[in-house]
């Protein structure tokens, strides 16, 4: 059964009998009473003698602009310090906010709620909480809503969600006194009379969880909700929790603008943000019409409405103004608002290791921030983002004064996507041309947007100087998204039944480096091939390492996995059986070769983040016998004089031979001490979790086998770098000793080949730094640079030749100044020898034409590839002639769109039995023709 259905069975319980599933005393003892929405049907509580529920789309407004219903009037800031006081006398803990960023998830990418923080772990039961009840102001993110963001009022693409929680076992679930606490926070705390105040009942669902829920409306604005989660879900059902824990969403930003009654919940919440956007942007808002709009600006959620275009014409009918000027007036006012958000989704989002992509979850970073300079465009304003987002940092300072110390960083890739934006804006305006002339659907416009990053504002713009209309749809950046799920659907890798097998010994934890020979039993064979141990100082395959071989009796090890605490060996052939003694002996210089390598590649990762700035995450890494592959992001190409930074750091640390830290800790002690950095290299279940340490450096949960110091790294060297997709770069490295040793053989073989090809060109000399630089000009791999430039070279040559050019390299001082001359040559000579041959065949074209007198079908005997081009080109320009060639056992006939012949059928009679493909005015048969000229007769 889905989750809707789930839902909906819940419903159907709690409607039937609400005290066993909602804190009903605690309404009861303060004069609350169950009623019926006479309008949703929804069951609700009220102190008052109301039939509605207080929803705007029941009640049809807001009814606290202007006349806030709280006694307290709190900003933004004050909100989370009242509310954190007011809790913490009631005995719940407060903590630190998690990442925006669901590091510690792998079915999600962005934190969408508090609760988010806990599942799958506390929830379940496997790991401690933080705190126990506890409260939390957690950033979250969701962009499902991008369209209504600035419109209605109250939608965000990242909010603040305090959290409520509390984690039991089912007979000390308090939920009276949890329910009761965030009745005195609204009623006590804020100021809220109880007669204003409506609880909704309902049921939630997300993250295999679910439960009942309660939800509170103030003057048709929802403040939150409190979950019961009771029940797990999933392929089995639906089943009972060991724990029963309390789930409480309230939004901080909604408190600060209903106790304000601002006209906007941003002038509320971003007070100094949009007082900056004001007077940068000079647009004065018409606060009269504003007041008397904003009431009903909930009603044009793209979501809910069947027509945005009906909506607004219902207010515009119900203000008595016109629908045109209403949305003129409003616009303007909805793009700066929009600009507040994104701007803070940006800095926040960047500053936990986000950037904004075409890939996954930072999609919709780009999105937002091209949604926002397509605002900033179209009305002509001389607005930086990045001075807004320096703005919001010092505002939200008291809560997150973590989000002041990345500025820069923010700063410099905004700065990059905004180049790349005005460029791609550049690039595109043909191909936006072309599309609006053929006519632009739906699907035209998303595809614009998201192959060319062209905003529908854009299209709109040209397709007005054009004279033509373009209607983008109401839920457009809804659309867009559905293109791009935040995470990959992977299907999991089928794991070895090992239930009612006792977890191994892990005993290379212990001996990583000292012993690699050791004496077990065999407690299971899964299969022919795999047998389980009681211990094993074989490592099995995980964290981006290579698993150990060896020998268990002198039988090979060619395989070792892990599943569930159990060690799996894969023998190439035996004959051990349950019961059995082994002896294993474990590849030494492989396991040293492998830890080496690992260390080494959180040396790098580590220098690649100082150098490159905190946005540098981990998202990938692969480490092999004879080197190790790390992918970064980062949100352009690495350049030569960064990875010689990186390299450089990297092998300071070693030299300083750092002792390296490696142990088990408990997660939530080690995620107070040391934060979200753990998880550099993704998820990691478990109570427990093993960390290491590169003091001044690195600090991540891992699980692979590590030197006991740096210095036994020896050394470090980057042999390759490449953006292998939008946001990710990719450094691959050796270490040791040896493998430099052979690296440098490499190195010098290179630069003397690449020194001995251009010793008459480049008079400087030639640097590793410039090999780097000029591979990455002509996109190849250091060791084919010589080879590469020499092609290049001949090729500038010959091109010279044809076109009578006279042959001057020059002479240049870097070798990356010489490589990009003559590949800046080659495209040139191309592009004009191309616009040479064109014209020659145009006019050979143009002679066959009028050669051919009144005969409306042409033979030509020619090259088969010039054949093509040749006939390409005449039909073209005279639409009424077709032409007919044969070549590599092939037979074409192309006909112009006025000649009146059919190329398909004209084929078939020529050549009956050849199997005739294309369309009638191109086709193509799988036969020759022995005489063409007299084929044209039958024609």
């Given at each position: ?7 909906a ?29 006479v ?21 049809g ?5 202007g006349d ?45 709620a ?43 693409t ?9 984690f ?20 006590k705390g804020i ?54 824990v ?20 941003y ?7 949009v ?49 045109k ?25 960047i ?5 904004p ?56 890739i905004?700065d ?26 739906d ?32 839920n ?53 091939d ?25 039988y ?18 035996h ?61 352009k ?17 070693v030299a300083?031979?750092?002792?390296t830290e ?15 950095i ?22 991540q949960a ?56 251009v ?5 400087g000399?030639?640097s ?67 616009a ?48 007919l ?30 199997k005739?493909?294309?369309?009638p ?5 799988d ?11 039958k024609?």
């Amino acid at each position: 059964m889905d989750l809707k259905h789930l839902k909906a069975d819940l419903k159907h319980k709690t409607d039937k009998d609400p005290s066993s599933y909602y804190a009903v005393s605690v309404l009861e003892e303060n004069d609350f009473h169950r009623e019926n929405c006479v309008k949703c049907s929804k069951f609700f509580w009220t102190a008052s003698d109301s039939s509605l529920c207080g929803d705007p789309e029941c009640s049809g407004s807001y009814t606290f602009i202007g006349d806030p219903p709280t006694k307290n009037k709190l900003d933004f800031i004050q909100v989370w310090k009242n509310f954190s006081k007011f809790f913490n006398k009631a005995g719940y803990e407060s903590i630190n906010r998690y990442p925006i960023v669901a590091r510690w998830r792998d079915d999600v990418y962005w934190n969408n709620a508090s609760i988010y923080n806990f599942q799958p772990h506390v929830v379940s039961g496997e790991v401690e909480p933080p705190a126990n009840p506890l409260i939390v102001p957690q950033l979250c993110a969701r962009f499902n809503d991008i369209d209504n963001v600035g419109v209605t009022g109250r939608h965000y693409t990242s909010f603040v969600m305090i959290g409520q929680h509390a984690f039991t076992p089912p007979d000390k679930f308090e939920q009276d006194k949890y329910f009761r606490d965030i009745y005195d926070w609204l009623v006590k705390g804020i100021g809220i009379a109880p007669h204003e105040l409506k609880f909704h009942e309902d049921q939630w669902g997300g993250g295999g969880n679910l439960g009942p829920c309660m939800e509170w409306f103030a003057r048709g604005l929802e403040l939150g909700n409190q979950v019961y989660i009771n029940y797990e879900y999933g392929d089995y059902g639906v089943r009972d929790l060991d724990l029963k824990v309390l789930d409480m969403g309230t939004g901080q930003e909604r408190y600060s603008w209903l106790s304000h009654g601002t006209d906007t919940s941003y002038e509320a919440n971003y007070p100094t943000a949009v007082k900056q956007l004001y007077k940068v942007s000079g647009v004065k808002p018409d606060r009269t019409l504003l007041s008397r709009f904003l009431p009903y600006s909930g009603l044009l959620n793209s979501e809910e409405v069947s027509s945005i275009d009906k909506a607004w014409e219902g207010i515009a009918k119900h203000l008595d103004v016109d629908t045109k000027v209403l949305r003129e007036e409003i616009a303007p006012l909805t793009s700066l608002y929009a600009i507040g958000d994104h701007t803070r989704t940006l800095l926040i989002s960047i500053n936990d290791g986000a950037i904004p992509s075409n890939v996954g979850g930072c999609y919709n970073l780009r999105v937002i921030l091209r949604r926002a300079l397509s605002f900033i465009d179209n009305y002509d304003w001389n607005l930086d983002l990045s001075d807004i987002c320096e703005t919001h940092a010092k505002y939200l300072k008291p809560q997150y004064p973590e989000l002041l110390e990345n500025l820069e960083s923010v700063r410099e890739i905004l700065d990059y996507e905004k180049s790349k934006y005005i460029s791609t804006r550049k690039k595109s305006k043909q191909t936006v041309m072309q599309a609006i002339k053929k006519g632009v659907s739906d699907s035209v416009l998303i595809g614009l947007y998201d192959s060319h990053g062209v905003s529908p504002e854009y299209v709109k713009e040209l397709a007005a100087e054009d004279g033509k209309t373009v209607k983008v749809p109401e839920n457009f950046y809804a659309l867009v998204a559905e293109r791009h799920p935040e995470v990959e659907k992977k299907a999991k890798p089928k794991k070895a039944d090992v239930s009612g097998i006792a977890e191994t010994d892990m005993l290379y934890y212990k001996h990583f480096n000292r012993k690699f020979k050791f004496d077990a039993k065999v407690l299971n064979l899964i299969g022919k091939d795999k047998l389980v141990l009681d211990k094993t100082l074989f490592y099995p395959t995980g964290g981006g390492q290579e698993h150990d071989t060896g020998t268990l009796n002198d039988y090979k090890v060619v395989d070792v996995s892990k599943s569930s605490g159990v060690v799996i060996h894969t023998l190439d052939k035996h004959k051990l059986k349950a019961g059995d003694k082994v002896h294993g002996i474990v590849d030494k210089e492989r396991r040293l070769s492998l830890a080496k390598n690992h260390t080494a590649a959180h040396i790098v990762g580590g220098a690649a983040r100082q150098i490159l700035g905190p946005h540098t995450w981990q998202t990938g890494s692969q480490i092999d016998v004879d080197k190790g592959r790390l992918d970064i992001s980062h949100y352009k190409a690495i350049t030569a004089e960064e990875v010689s930074e990186i390299e450089k750091l990297a092998n300071k640390v070693v030299a300083e031979n750092r002792k390296t830290e490696k142990g088990l800790e408990d997660r939530a002690e080690a995620e107070k001490k040391y934060g979200f950095i753990l998880y550099q290299g993704g998820v990691v279940p478990g109570n427990q979790i093993r960390v290491m340490k590169i003091p001044g450096l690195d600090i991540q949960a891992c699980g692979g086998t590590h030197l006991d110091s740096t210095g036994e790294v020896e050394g470090v060297k980057i042999i390759k770098t490449e953006k292998i997709q939008d946001g990710v770069v990719r450094l691959v490295f050796v270490a040791g000793k040896g493998l430099l040793e052979e690296r440098r053989q490499k190195e010098e073989s290179i630069e003397k080949a690449v020194s001995e090809l251009v010793k008459d060109f480049v008079t400087g000399p030639i640097s590793e730094s410039d090999i780097l630089e000029s591979s990455q000009i002509l996109r190849v791999q250091k060791e084919q640079l010589s080879k590469t430039l020499l092609r290049f070279l001949g090729e500038v040559g010959s091109m010279q030749k044809e076109l009578s050019e006279e042959a001057d390299l020059g002479k240049f001082k870097r070798l990356r100044d010489f490589t990009s001359s003559v590949f800046d040559d080659w495209k040139r000579l191309s592009k004009d020898k191309a616009a040479l041959e064109l014209r020659i065949l145009s006019e050979k074209a143009e002679q066959i034409a009028t050669s051919a007198g009144k005969s409306k079908l042409i033979a030509i005997d020619e090259d088969f590839g010039e054949s093509m081009k040749l006939a390409s080109l005449i039909t073209s320009n005279s639409p009424e002639l077709a032409v007919l060639f044969s070549g590599k056992g092939r037979t074409v006939l192309i006909s112009g769109r006025k000649s009146g012949l059919d190329s398909q059928k004209a084929l078939n009679k020529l050549l009956p039995k050849a199997k005739i493909s294309g369309n009638p005015h191109r086709a193509i048969a799988d036969k020759p023709l022995k005489d063409i000229k007299e084929a044209t007769k039958k024609l």
